[in-house]
């Protein structure tokens, strides 16, 4: 079996991913709604970290459980997310930055999947219910990020 190799990499792409999460709220930090939600969706991916790494001890995966938290430049980016507010360049790394956080969500929306298809295939009700229990929660993240680039790319790409 290779169930250990989609845990794996699994972790990987949610560590990413709420890290992503993560830096994009710390960047657009005059977006309220944004940088609210990507701090919350963030704490999913990472209670998603902690769950994958003791699922991956019965598969002898030694996997980090924790999530870096924000470095030392958070403050200034946050600084500098405030001082340029609304301009149009902001608008447009975050239309980049909430395209980025859509792809790496649809590759871990992928990845819930082949784990749930190992898992059924293994009859392994473990890392089933693991799937059960965490992909909806990744498909909310890609809807958010879907949603909003519909709201925003209107006004910022024709401002």
């Known amino acids: 079996m290779k169930l250990d190799l989609v845990l794996r990499e699994l972790h990987r792409a949610e560590k990413v991913l709420a890290r992503d999460l993560l830096k994009t709220s710390d960047r657009h930090h005059a977006e309220h709604e944004v940088h609210h939600l990507a701090r919350d969706l963030a704490a999913w ?3 998603h970290v ?20 924000p470095g030392p430049l958070e403050p200034l980016r946050t600084a500098l997310a405030d001082l340029t507010g609304r301009r149009p ?27 749930a298809q190992g898992a059924q295939a ?18 909310r993240q890609l809807k958010w ?13 024709t401002s």
């Open 145 to 157: 990020t879907n949603a909003m680039l519909k709201v925003l790319s209107p006004q910022i790409l």
């Open 122 to 139: 293994a009859k392994d009700s473990g890392l089933l219910d693991l799937a059960s229990r965490c992909h909806p929660q990744t498909l």
């Open 89 to 115: 360049e902001p608008g447009v790394l975050l239309l980049a930055d909430l395209r980025r956080l859509h792809r790496r969500a649809a590759g871990v929306s992928l990845d819930w999947e082949l784990l």
């Open 50 to 69: 902690r769950e994958i790494a003791r699922a991956g001890r019965a598969f002898d995966l030694d996997l980090d459980e924790d999530i870096p938290g």
């Open 45 to 47: 991916s990472a209670e």
